[in-house]
């Protein structure tokens, strides 16, 4: 039961970890492009929301429907000053430049809100739980991990079936052959870009109610993203959904049986797979 | 057959220059610079042998980083990993087994030389910008491991006192030959290796891996060979480091600061090149030095600078130089050269 209970808790976590790993598929499928200021931006919205809600009383409806516009904008200005500079074959501009970026965000926030955590008050929301025979599932989780599956039904809709979708399926496939069509790369790079970072407007709402939320912890949500992104396999909406689901799984039975372990417990499932199934496990070979 | 009129004509008089005036100057200094470190303990107090030898790590493990990114074209984040273990090793034989630590400096080498060949293994699967996070995520697998294992007392750490045996001043001899040795072997080594026939390969590599491979260049396997060689070249700056410190636990073992500063001296005093690592390390251990107590600020600026270099100056400083001037440090180049009197 222990164990069946860790498998629920780990799904839910798993939500979490999706929402982050949604956005970096995308951009890695569209530009290879990495963003190693990825959890960075989710804590610097997470402050901002906090913030928010500190200074005019907001609750968290009301401060994810300021946050997610702003960070569609911060996704959009990302791509248009940074990104669109250092797109191409060769890895290393755009890794420096998001490290750099990762490097002045993560001491930015320090110095405007210091080393403390803090947390999203969500007037009682968060302890909420339901019981089914005697396992609790919170609320909070179970919304984050509706959410994760909703963006992530819709962005693999939107992907497959819109005009923006297929443009950017274009871009991905060949982007010279996808200019010559009509397509302006840029523009749908821009585009990717902001719907990545917007996704993480949610995720920075859900962090900062779910636990709490200090300056240095982007790494950490950036590995997850990542992990995520690879165990489930590249280049698939619905693959980093699941690799998130296996990650969480894997956290949670490894914080049941260490609570040292939880975290190394993942690390270890993602290296396994890069082992014995490199594409991924939901990934084409 | 048809006679072929430049068959007979005997072969251009060509050398190949591959040595300069400013090499050759650098090369003499190169060698005082080596002299004066290793004879530090006569001229320096341990004050100074100290931050000499922090000056020498960065120089080190930003030579390292160069090399897997500039020539090899591996962006690695996670070279902490390397320096840690080595860190430990050392610690762990002199401390625990009672080896000699100055022959524990160079046993402990064979840790990350081991270690370095499943994590390339596992890692060059994962694509370019992948390959640099998985990197990552190796180092927080060690830092993990080593929080978690008793052996070597988990997360408090462990000590190195059994240098308690030494003088101080067998202590400052020792740091400074480490320190010589250090330099000899990265930024000497280096400069050796790229001056080899491995050394073209790889230039040839990071130019163009596609045309490097026709002309028959195993780059499959040269890249593995950097990668553990630059495994080792961080693990002898680890070990060396922490000897210095005297302590080690796994947050300072396996920290990413390593890997900040390697790409911030690197990008900014010019990728690709060793008289930019020299650069990038003289700005930053001067900025660090003098703004250093500015902390965060002082970060925020460090990140914004390494933006800007990748956005808009990817040669760094040495590459703006460079371009000017053509006095390299350290040539590796070969130049045909044809002598006046053969051109009629």
Known sequence: MQWFDALLQGILLGGMYAQYALGMALMFGVMRIVNVSHGDLVILLSLIGISLSGQFGLGPVSVAVALVPLAVLMGWLLQKTILNRVVGDDPLPSLIATFGLSLALQNLMLQIWSANSRSLPGHGIESMSIQIGNIYLGVLPLIVLGFAVGLTWGLDVLLKRSRFGRALRAASADVEAASMTGINPRAVYAMATAIAVGILGFAAVFQSLRSTVAPADGAGQLIYAFEAVIIGGMGSIWGAFLGAMVLGITQAIGFRIDPGFGVLAGHLVFLIVLATRPQGLFGRA | ?344
């Open chain 2, 1 to 344: 057959m048809t006679s072929f009129p430049f068959a007979l004509a005997a072969l251009p008089a060509v050398i190949v220059r591959r040595q300069t005036t400013s090499g050759r100057i650098t090369l003499v200094l190169f060698v005082l610079a080596l002299v004066a470190l290793a004879a530090m303990p006569w001229w320096a107090g341990t004050g100074t042998i100290r931050m000499v030898l922090e000056l020498c790590c960065y120089i080190a493990v930003a030579q390292m980083w160069n090399l897997l990114a500039g020539y090899a074209g591996l962006v690695s984040v996670g070279q902490q990993a390397f320096m840690g273990v080595a860190g430990y090793a050392l610690f762990v034989l002199a401390q625990t087994f009672g080896v000699n630590p100055f022959l524990a400096i160079f046993l402990s080498l064979l840790v990350p030389a081991v270690l370095a060949v499943p994590c390339y293994l596992l890692l060059h699967r994962l694509d370019g910008p992948y390959f640099a996070i998985g990197t990552w995520v190796v180092a927080e697998v060690f830092r993990l491991v080593a929080s978690n294992l008793s052996f070597v007392n988990a997360g408090a750490g462990m000590s190195l006192n059994v240098m308690r045996d030494y003088s101080a001043m067998e202590r400052n001899i020792a740091m400074s030959l480490l320190c010589a040795l250090l330099i000899l072997v990265t930024i000497g080594g280096s400069f050796w290796f790229l001056r080899s026939r491995y050394g073209l390969a790889l230039i040839a590599m990071r130019d163009n891996p596609v045309a490097a491979a026709s002309q028959g260049v195993n780059v499959p396997r040269l890249r593995f060979l950097v990668y553990v060689a630059a495994a080792v070249g961080c693990g002898l700056a680890g070990a060396v480091y922490f000897m210095a410190q005297l302590r080690i636990n796994p947050p300072a073992a396996f920290d990413p600061m390593w890997s900040n500063l390697a790409i911030f001296i690197v990008m900014v005093g010019g990728i690709a090149s060793i008289e930019g690592v020299l650069i990038g390390t003289l700005i930053y251990f001067v900025a660090d030095r003098w703004f250093g107590a500015y902390g965060a600020s002082y970060f925020v600026v460090l990140g914004l600078m390494t933006v800007i270099v990748a956005l808009y100056a990817r040669g760094g400083i040495w590459g703006a130089v460079s371009r000017r001037w053509d006095a390299p440090w350290f040539p590796i180049r070969r130049h045909l050269v044809q002598y006046e009197e053969d051109r009629t």
